[in-house]
């Protein structure tokens, strides 16, 4: 049987990595010498690879980053802003997101927090995981639609399914009673079965009084702060330390 209709019937079947390695493998001087099996074995391979690639590609674009470049790889450990490598190394097994639990960054403004979320979350994405991203601003405008629109509950729904939920700028801004009883409504469903990484600017001692009306805010607390990990950034600005930055060029 010839190579070419094997080569159109795995496209046929969606095996375009196993299609790709055996299009390879023509080319390839001494392939012969390889067995059935090992051969075999590389077109496997080379599927579940690109299988493998391409839902990560799919869950990085669900998951709708502020930082979709933001790879751990390119963590800055040298600009003394307090980030613990080692704790940092732990947290990218992502063990935390396996145990449900929870992860806040607090730093001030330019010392990288926002993107140290989105590089969390793109590790998990490696791993398997689903990640969705939103500022709080834009959290509480889209409930905001959804009470209206009678996409509440569907909306609730789908966040509770989603492994890693980035709370970006949480407590930067006075919130109503309803985006009060929101947050808690999705903390809610989330404690104990998903984890929840929160940012801000402000430290979490300060949280509380942020939130506002003291019932709501013991249990937002409750099921945000005390089964979370913390990284505390200090220091200046790195937009300042390395001067003026291009659009797509950002603190790490």
Same mark, same amino acid.
């Given at each position: 049987?010839?190579?070419?209709?094997?080569?159109?019937?795995?496209?046929?079947?969606?095996?375009?990595?196993?299609?790709?390695?055996?299009?390879?493998?023509?080319? @390839?001087?001494?392939?012969?010498?390889?067995?059935?099996?090992?051969?075999?074995?590389?077109?496997?391979?080379?599927?579940?690879?690109?299988?493998?690639?391409?839902?990560?590609?799919?869950?990085?674009?669900?998951?709708?980053?502020?930082?979709?470049?933001?790879?751990?790889?390119?963590?800055?450990?040298?600009?003394?802003?307090?980030?613990?490598?080692?704790?940092?190394?732990?947290?990218?097994?992502?063990?935390?997101?396996?145990?449900?639990?929870?992860?806040?960054?607090?730093?001030?403004?330019?010392?990288?927090?926002?993107?140290?979320?989105?590089?969390?979350?793109?590790?998990?994405?490696?791993?398997?995981?689903?990640?969705? #991203?939103?500022?709080?601003?834009?959290?509480?405008?889209?409930?905001?639609?959804?009470?209206?629109?009678?996409? #509440?509950?569907?909306?609730?729904? @789908?966040?509770?399914?989603?492994?890693?939920?980035?709370?970006?700028?949480?407590?930067?801004?006075?919130?109503?009673?309803?985006?009060? =009883?929101?947050?808690?409504?999705?903390?809610?469903?989330?404690?104990? #079965?998903?984890?929840?990484?929160?940012?801000?600017?402000?430290?979490?001692?300060?949280?509380?009084?942020?939130?506002?009306?003291?019932?709501?805010?013991?249990?937002?607390?409750?099921?945000?702060?005390?089964?979370?990990?913390?990284?505390?950034?200090?220091?200046?600005?790195?937009?300042?330390? =390395?001067?003026?930055?291009?659009?797509?060029? @950002?603190?790490?």
């Amino acid at each position: 049987m010839l190579h070419h209709p094997t080569i159109d019937k795995l496209h046929a079947m969606h095996l375009l990595g196993m299609a790709a390695a055996l299009a390879e493998q023509q080319s @390839q001087d001494g392939i012969d010498r390889l067995g059935f099996e090992e051969r075999l074995g590389l077109l496997v391979e080379r599927e579940a690879s690109e299988r493998e690639s391409r839902q990560t590609a799919s869950r990085l674009r669900r998951a709708k980053l502020k930082f979709a470049d933001a790879s751990p790889e390119d963590i800055d450990y040298r600009t003394n802003r307090g980030l613990d490598r080692t704790l940092t190394a732990r947290l990218l097994t992502c063990e935390w997101v396996r145990e449900k639990q929870n992860l806040i960054l607090v730093a001030p403004t330019g010392l990288g927090k926002s993107w140290l979320a989105c590089a969390f979350a793109l590790q998990a994405c490696r791993q398997g995981f689903t990640a969705c #991203y939103l500022r709080m601003p834009k959290l509480n405008e889209e409930l905001a639609i959804a009470h209206g629109s009678g996409r #509440y509950a569907r909306l609730l729904a @789908q966040w509770a399914k989603t492994d890693i939920m980035i709370l970006d700028d949480l407590a930067m801004a006075p919130l109503t009673d309803s985006a009060r =009883r929101d947050l808690l409504e999705i903390l809610d469903d989330r404690h104990g #079965y998903r984890s929840t990484l929160a940012t801000s600017q402000i430290p979490v001692d300060l949280w509380h009084g942020a939130i506002g009306e003291p019932t709501v805010a013991d249990a937002i607390l409750d099921r945000l702060v005390h089964n979370a990990h913390r990284i505390t950034l200090e220091g200046e600005s790195l937009r300042k330390t =390395r001067g003026s930055l291009t659009a797509n060029s @950002q603190t790490k």
